[in-house]
């Protein structure tokens, strides 16, 4: 594999839920070490865009490469599905999803949390996995709660603590829907302090936010969705500072 390889790719992705179209041919490469940022109005398929890539969601039209291989299809249109379950399972267990409702389990402890799909899904020496479960969780900056049950956790503790989660299946990208916007502005901080440390130390991500401010501080590439298109995309200096399209310039003029 290349080094170049982009980590994701999407061409002209298509996807309705049945006569509602809501992704209508939409193309987005995350390049190795990149962080690209997915934003636009409620409603505009950018959950949907998320779920698709991992294959949480089908598609019925166009590709999807993982480090250059596309995933392979059977059937067409709306019986169109991915094929072949080792690739589904390599794709889904490389691209590690965050959740804005953080999803913990709340019969594990934060540590349990952290290991679990590393040893039940992937199959890792559990007390390797509990060294790198620690590490991580260190790294959130929650290494004290270990022990502690989810419910016991502030929100962005709880946040942090699905953070670590997905980095402990050391995956090639972690791809965010919203990870901030259940949490208080004070709270949300936290998680924007450690989305960024992971972007400088040059994780490939894809993040979906109402955070203008982090996906400007953030972000190698910003893209606008509105209704299922790309409607504009770019630097954030482009994007932010000097959007051409009027949908993008008013979608901006409503968020801060
Ligand atoms: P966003 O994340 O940008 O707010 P979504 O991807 O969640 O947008 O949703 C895009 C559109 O798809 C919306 O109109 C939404 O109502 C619709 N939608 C999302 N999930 C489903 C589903 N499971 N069944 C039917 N419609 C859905
Ligand atoms: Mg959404």
Not at 70 to 89: E, F, N, S
Not at 131 to 146: E, H, N, S, T
Not at 211 to 218: F, L
Not at 227 to 250: H, M, N, W, Y
């Amino acid at each position: 594999m290349a080094d170049n390889q982009p980590v994701i790719e999407i061409r002209n992705l298509h996807k309705r839920y049945g006569d509602l179209e809501v992704l209508k041919g939409v193309d987005i490469t995350a390049p190795r070490g990149h962080v690209i940022s997915l934003i636009g109005s409620s409603g505009s398929g950018k959950s949907t865009l998320l779920r698709c890539a991992n294959l949480l969601e089908d598609s019925q039209q166009g590709d999807i490469l993982f480090e250059g291989e596309p995933v392979k299809w059977k059937g067409q249109g709306l019986a169109r599905r991915p094929a072949d379950a080792k690739q589904i399972m390599r794709i889904r267990t490389n691209l590690s999803m965050v959740f804005q409702q953080f999803n913990l389990w709340s019969h594990m402890t934060i540590l349990e949390n952290v290991m679990e799909c590393p040893v039940t899904v992937l199959g890792r020496d559990k007390a390797e996995v509990e060294q790198k479960a620690r590490m991580y969780l260190d790294k959130v900056g929650i290494g004290d709660k270990c022990d502690a049950w989810p419910a016991q956790l502030s929100g962005g503790q709880q946040q942090r603590a699905a953070i670590a989660r997905a980095l402990c299946m050391e995956p090639k990208a972690l791809l965010f829907d919203e990870p901030t916007s259940a949490l208080d502005p004070e709270l949300e901080q936290e998680v924007v302090r450690v989305i960024k440390a992971l972007a400088e130390e040059g994780r490939t991500m894809i993040i979906v936010t109402h955070d203008m401010k982090m996906a400007y501080d953030v972000s190698d590439h910003v893209v606008f969705l509105h209704q299922g298109l790309i409607e504009e995309q770019g630097t954030p200096d482009q994007v932010f500072k000097a959007p051409k399209s009027e949908r993008l310039q008013q979608f901006l003029s409503h968020t801060t």
